[in-house]
Each structure stands twice: as C-alpha cells, then as structure tokens.
C-alpha cells in the first residue's frame, strides 16, 4: 500500500459540494465561498464540463485551499484531475483502484462509506479520511458507533442531508468534518445567495466548534 497524505488541517472542517455548478458561474461562486472562510471545495464529476470548473477554481484558491472533485470513480479521472492541479478526491463508494492511483500522486481521498466494512476496507486501501453517506441516515450516533471500531486517528465526515443546523449534534460526538452539498449551492442560486449561505454556515461552525 502507498503511504497516503492524511487529511488536511482546516480551520473549518467544511467542504463545498458544487454539484451542478456551471462553469460560467464558477468564478463568482467560488470566489463567494473562498470570501466566506471556506477552504475546501468539491465540484463533481456529474456537473457540467466539470473539468472547466476545476481548472477554474484551482486558479483562484489560495494554496491552503482544497480544491477537487467529487464523483470520482475511475483511476483516469483521478490522473485528469491531478494534471489540472485538483488534490481532493472524494468518491461515492470504496475502489481500490481510485485510491491507490490517488495515493501514487500524493492526492487527498474521501471514500464512501456506509458501514464498518466498508470503512475498514477504505483504511486499509489508503483512504485519506471517509465520507459517511448519507450522514442524514446514519446520523451522529450512528457515524460515532462505528468509529469506534477504526483507528483513533482516522478523519470522519459526514456528508448528505446536512448543513449547519446539525452543527450541535455532531459536534456532541466529537466529529468536526462536513460535506454542505444542497444546503449551501444549488445551481439556480446566484453566487451572492451561495455566499450568504456560506457566511451563515461558518458563522455557526464556529460558534459551535470555537473556531473563530
């Protein structure tokens, strides 16, 4: 197994979910989340010209910025992404494969997961850290019950059906890591709605987890 790069240290465990994004609107949007204290950003792999938009927001991040994509499931997206500079891969499901040619490139990975089999299996193929899907079905107790059966040092985020009014919950369980996908952006909001949105989703992490 390649040594992985672990998950970055943010000020804010808060990453962007851009699904949809446009790559017209992607400066406005981006710079809006950048403004508002976010600094990790995924635009998936089923948004339009995706790859555009990336490139995009790769340009405009500072470099403590972590820009990449989500949906990723193949070892050649994986080395697309890297060739325009992107260096978070998060990915719906468990593929070796996607891991390892991600490890190989010193990139950051988020695999899905749901249950300890799943999680085990990410750790053990290099995972970075683990996306718990759908957060809104597991929720805190349930993401907290089954670390505690992985490593102690093991990232956990949560991400589906979230936003900041879970902030509290979570936090309860000690889990500090989020994925803001329809609560922050959808493509019908304009960059300054997202920004607003972001705004109020840092203000309440912070207020939360004293991150201020």
Same mark, same amino acid.
């Given at each position: 197994m390649t040594a992985r790069p672990p998950f970055p240290e943010l =000020?804010?465990?808060? %990453?962007? %979910?851009? *699904? !949809?994004?446009?790559?017209? #609107?992607? +400066?406005?949007?981006?710079?809006?989340?950048i403004e508002a204290g976010f600094e990790a950003i995924e635009i998936p792999l089923n948004s339009p010209d995706p790859f555009r938009s990336i490139g995009t927001a790769v340009a405009m991040a500072p470099p403590r910025c972590l820009v990449g994509a989500g949906t990723v499931l193949t070892a050649a997206d994986v080395a697309r992404l890297h060739d325009i500079g992107g260096r978070l891969v998060v990915s719906p499901n468990v593929d070796a494969a996607v891991i390892e040619e991600a490890a190989r490139r010193r990139m950051v990975t988020?695999? !899905?997961?749901? $249950?300890? $089999? +799943?999680?085990?299996?990410?750790?053990?193929?290099?995972? @970075?850290?683990? =996306?718990?899907?759908?957060? @809104?079905?597991l929720g805190a107790g349930g993401i907290a019950a089954i670390r505690?059966?992985?490593?102690? #040092?093991? $990232?956990?985020? &949560?991400?589906?059906?979230? @936003? +900041? *009014?879970?902030?509290e919950a979570y936090a309860q369980k000690d889990i500090r890591v989020f994925g803001l996908g329809s609560s922050l952006f959808t493509p019908s909001l304009t960059a300054a709605?997202? !920004?607003?949105? &972001? *705004?109020? &989703?840092v203000e309440e992490y912070d207020r939360v987890y004293g991150t201020a």
């Open positions: =000020k804010r465990g808060l %990453i962007a %979910i851009l *699904r !949809g994004l446009r790559p017209d #609107d992607a +400066e406005g949007v981006v710079g809006a989340l988020l695999p !899905g997961v749901f $249950t300890p $089999t +799943e999680a085990i299996a990410a750790l053990a193929a290099g995972a @970075s850290g683990l =996306k718990f899907f759908p957060a @809104s079905v505690a059966v992985l490593p102690g #040092d093991a $990232t956990v985020g &949560a991400v589906g059906g979230v @936003s +900041e *009014r879970d902030f709605e997202v !920004g607003a949105r &972001a *705004r109020a &989703a």
